[in-house]
């Protein structure tokens, strides 16, 4: 790897070649302030808040590349001043509500305007006039906090290939917005929320619905069922200061209990669910030859990209509900029936990490009988700041279980947190069925990791082959759409996730600034833990669940049967 020697603040320092001053000096363990720089994604250098002196020049570090002998100074009188007048002029635009900020403690604007020292704002006079769109159900818009960093611009458009907002208007007017600035929700958005994840100040958040959630368990005619999702369980204790990784299973089911829920269900029995059917769904197409290849359905953004983008090739995806609806659905009819519960008495509340999740509740073809399988979805934020306003010491709990006869799921049901990890279900599944023998190693590690396309081939026992591909990211679902209506690929099963690295990067989870970030693969990291629980776990395959077992022999019969369709399976909408 070439190197190079240049000079940071009077000491000579060897860095690698190609390598951004910001990065050289941060590596070095000086800390350029920034704003508008997100790594691998916005490289913008709007903001003017990491600017350097090299020679008589200022320049922005986060886009100059190092040179051989650049003697780079970080901290002069002159930097210092041009970097505060960067970020009063920011203030001074800025909606400064900052104890009512849901970025509050958070927020890099504030962190930076610290760092810099900045006591009051010396520029003053018109302000910007924007209103706020709550139109979405998945995300709100605040512009009056929106310091046109870019960063939203980026993740929306370079890297999900959405779109759905950009830059508008000129000079002092303008403004990130969708097209023609109509509402959120009548844009492109598939509600991912990776613009929020991106966001360094408090412009875009989800729609929170904690005091929803708050006014059913307060009334004592509700009977409020929660579940939680597999990635929820390892991020959660980074909102209690515990590093990325850790896995907190057992103190966030006894939080849940605190908080007041009636039952706490664990998703991944609903994973087990899918996968028992979308398993049957893929050997009956496999057999007909018919709607290949099949396309996972357990993620709402990656379901409304096809329905906005793709609509021709609905007919590809599988028509089972996503976990969390699967399990939605058995609550209000097995589970109501076994309790002796009233289905309509009955509130279920979904912690996701995922702010799409919220749009998915609401689609009327997720329900049945006039009842949404699941009435409130909160992400792994809202569970967070809840957990806190009940005054609940989260990081000294005892480890609880979750609740039965559907809270329990297998290893496989976990993994669907992460990329790769529901065809790697599936497979176990798929296997073993066709085969009738136990798999002697469970793990598919060929559809594991963060590489944005992933290939297998797997042999089964009676001679069919099932090409899989497994996505994440939708700027690779869209190469592999296209690539695929060119006739340059051919699958039988296709893995898509919307958020890159999967469910453990969703929307709806803890944010990290943008240093941290370039500094920790918290993806990594958060699916290092997933494993490790699927490990954990005595029963490993979603077929072999005792529970799952049970449901089919004392309710739905059997997968795809005339009840399970009814109950487990949907259809979906073209949108253009």
Known sequence: MDTIKITIDGIETEVIKGMTVLEAA????????????????????????????????????????????????????????????????????????????????????????????????????????????????????????CILCGRCVGACGTMQTVGAIGFAKRGFDTVISTAFGRPLAESTCIDCGQCIMACPVGALSEHENIDDVWRELSDPGRYVVVQAAPAVRVALGEAFGLPPG???????????????????????????????????????????????????????????????????????LSTCKSPHEMEGAMVKSFFAKQAGVDPKSITVVSIMPCTAKKFEGQREELGSGGLQDVDWVLTTRELAAMIKEAGIDFLNLPDEDFDNPIGRGSGAGVIFGASGGVAEAALRTVFEITSGKELETVEYTAVRGMD???????????????????????????????????????YDFIEVMACPGGCIAGGGQPILDAVT?????????????????????????????????ALYEEFLGEPNSHLAHELLHTHYIARR
């Open 452 to 490: 944005g396309l992933k290939e297998n081939v797997i042999d089964l026992p009676d001679g069919r082959k099932i090409r899989t591909a497994v996505v994440h990211g939708l700027g690779n679902a869209r190469k592999l759409m296209e690539a695929m209506e060119r006739g340059e690929h051919s």
């Open 246 to 316: 850790n896995r907190v299973t057992g103190r966030m089911v006894a939080a849940l209990r605190r908080l007041g829920f009636d039952k706490v269900f664990d998703t991944n029995f609903g994973a087990d669910l899918t996968i028992m059917e979308e398993g049957t769904e893929l050997l009956s197409r496999l057999g007909s030859g018919e709607n290949l290849p099949l396309m996972t359905s357990c993620c709402p953004g990656w379901v409304k990209f096809m329905e906005n983008n793709f609509p021709d090739r609905l007919n590809h």
């Open 26 to 145: 941060r590596q070095q363990g000086v800390e350029i302030p920034s704003l508008c720089y997100l790594k691998g994604l916005n490289h913008s250098s709007s903001c003017r808040v990491c600017v350097v002196e090299v020679g008589p020049r200022l320049i922005a570090s986060c886009t100059l590349i190092a040179e051989e002998g650049m003697k780079i100074l970080t901290n002069t009188r002159k930097v210092r001043e041009a970097r505060r007048a960067s970020v009063e002029l920011l203030l001074s635009d800025h909606n400064q509500e900052c104890l009512s900020c849901s970025r509050s403690g958070g927020c890099e604007l504030q962190t930076v305007s610290s760092t810099l020292n900045i006591r009051k704002v010396s520029y003053t006079g018109e302000k910007s006039s924007q209103e706020k769109d709550y139109t979405s159900p998945a995300v709100v818009r605040d512009a009056s906090k």
């Open 517 to 549: 970030a370039a500094r920790t693969d918290i993806r990594a990291e958060r699916a290092k833990a997933i494993y490790s629980e699927d490990e954990a776990q005595t029963v490993r395959k979603s077929h072999k669940n005792p529970y799952i077992q």
